[in-house]
């Protein structure tokens, strides 16, 4: 500052004083100031695959769809959601979901926003009602085939009766059952054809994990790379991609408003969003993508809740 000092006083003696002056200060308040980056954008990001946003603080401000929070059929939006896990934790196709709640921007969801994620003029409640109840998990042995073996069954529908003591064997493809429904239950809500669906394993390697609704979620299958991944019914992909966390580039398929499955980790998509597929149709070869070796990851899920592929699977 010293140093500066006379070149100001010299300038202003000099009639340029003033000109001189503003920019030797200007100089060196930029050179106190902090240095300001430019905002990075990502432009890869998938429509439906960013993470919901934290609201600004505003007491006053009303979150879209804030009234029907805690409604059957509604999904309050989570810190980390996206609409493609939104879709798949209800059970539906992330589009049909942007579409019923007039989404433009799929990537604009709010923590606390509130969607509809049943069809308009479904009944909510009875679609709720038929979901599959918590089921107690036991562990369960593989055998030679890579097929769990049921060693007891759980008191988890409502009115069973208690746990039974010894192994019951039950028909591998046999369907969940489904409460009845009440007489107020719309057609669309209580079709018993969506349980009427033929299962194909979705891979030929073995079974190392087997379903646990709080861990796995599913089936872990082994096999190399390359392995073909299998279409386990008819149905149509609601999903090809890898955009959401932790499942590596993914295919969801929706065989109907009940049933979709999702098989994940894979190295190559064979499929497209939209496409209509058959049971048994090589949809993706198998991989290690957002995974720590080569597996499928295939999940089952009715009405957006996971539950044991095993139970619907045929034997081998």
Same mark, same amino acid.
């Given at each position: %500052?010293?140093?500066?000092?006379?070149?100001?006083?010299?300038?202003?003696?000099?009639?340029?004083?003033?000109?001189?002056?503003?920019? +030797?200060?200007?100089?060196?308040?930029?050179?106190?100031?902090?240095?300001?980056?430019?905002?990075?954008?990502?432009?890869?990001?998938?429509?439906?695959?960013?993470?919901?946003? /934290?609201? #600004?603080?505003?007491?006053?401000?009303?979150?879209?769809?804030?009234?029907?929070?805690?409604?059957?059929?509604?999904?309050?939006?989570k810190p980390s959601d996206t609409l493609i896990r939104i879709?798949?934790?209800?059970?539906?196709?992330?589009?049909?979901?942007?579409?019923?709640?007039?989404?433009?921007?799929?990537?604009?969801?709010? =923590?606390?926003?509130?969607?509809?994620?049943?069809a308009p003029g479904t009944d909510a409640a009875a679609t709720?009602?038929?979901?599959?109840?918590?089921?107690? +998990?036991?562990?369960?042995?593989?055998?030679?085939?890579?097929?769990?073996?049921?060693?007891?069954?759980?008191?988890?529908?409502?009115?069973?009766?208690?746990?039974?003591?010894?192994?019951?064997?039950?028909?591998?493809?046999?369907?969940?059952?489904?409460? #009845?429904?009440?007489?107020? +239950?719309?057609?669309?809500?209580?079709?018993?054809?969506?349980?009427?669906?033929?299962?194909?394993?979705?891979?030929?390697?073995? /079974?190392?994990?087997?379903?646990?609704?709080?861990?796995?979620?599913?089936?872990?299958?082994?096999?190399?790379?390359?392995?073909? /991944?299998?279409?386990?019914?008819?149905?149509?992909?609601?999903? #090809?991609?890898?955009?959401?966390?932790?499942?590596?580039?993914?295919?969801? /398929?929706?065989?109907?408003?009940?049933?979709?499955?999702?098989?994940?980790?894979?190295?190559?998509?064979? =499929? *497209?969003?939209?496409?209509?597929?058959?049971?048994?149709?090589?949809?993706?070869? %198998?991989?290690?993508?957002?995974?720590?070796? =080569?597996?499928?990851?295939?999940?089952?899920?009715?009405?957006? *809740?996971?539950?044991?592929? #095993?139970?619907?699977?045929?034997?081998?």
């Amino acid at each position: %500052m010293k140093t500066i000092r006379p070149f100001i006083e010299t300038g202003l003696r000099c009639g340029r004083g003033t000109v001189l002056a503003l920019c +030797v200060l200007s100089l060196l308040g930029g050179c106190a100031s902090p240095l300001h980056r430019a905002p990075v954008e990502d432009r890869g990001a998938r429509p439906g695959s960013v993470p919901a946003t /934290v609201p #600004a603080s505003d007491a006053t401000k009303v979150l879209p769809g804030a009234e029907n929070a805690g409604k059957p059929g509604y999904y309050s939006v989570k810190p980390s959601d996206t609409l493609i896990r939104i879709g798949l934790e209800s059970g539906q196709n992330w589009r049909d979901i942007a579409r019923w709640n007039n989404i433009d921007n799929p990537n604009l969801l709010e =923590v606390g926003q509130v969607l509809r994620v049943v069809a308009p003029g479904t009944d909510a409640a009875a679609t709720a009602a038929r979901a599959v109840p918590p089921t107690k +998990v036991e562990a369960r042995p593989l055998d030679a085939a890579g097929n769990s073996k049921p060693t007891a069954v759980a008191a988890s529908a409502p009115g069973a009766a208690s746990a039974v003591a010894t192994p019951v064997a039950a028909p591998a493809a046999a369907p969940a059952v489904v409460p #009845a429904a009440s007489p107020a +239950v719309s057609p669309a809500a209580s079709r018993d054809s969506d349980d009427d669906v033929t299962w194909g394993w979705p891979a030929g390697g073995s /079974v190392t994990t087997p379903f646990d609704d709080v861990r796995t979620k599913g089936l872990v299958f082994a096999g190399k790379p390359g392995d073909p /991944v299998l279409a386990a019914a008819d149905g149509r992909v609601v999903y #090809a991609g890898s955009g959401l966390r932790g499942y590596g580039n993914l295919v969801i /398929v929706k065989h109907n408003n009940t049933y979709l499955t999702a098989y994940a980790h894979n190295q190559t998509l064979l =499929v *497209k969003e939209d496409q209509v597929v058959r049971r048994g149709q090589k949809i993706a070869e %198998m991989g290690s993508s957002d995974a720590e070796r =080569v597996q499928l990851h295939f999940e089952l899920r009715k009405l957006g *809740k996971p539950i044991d592929p #095993a139970r619907l699977l045929p034997p081998r």
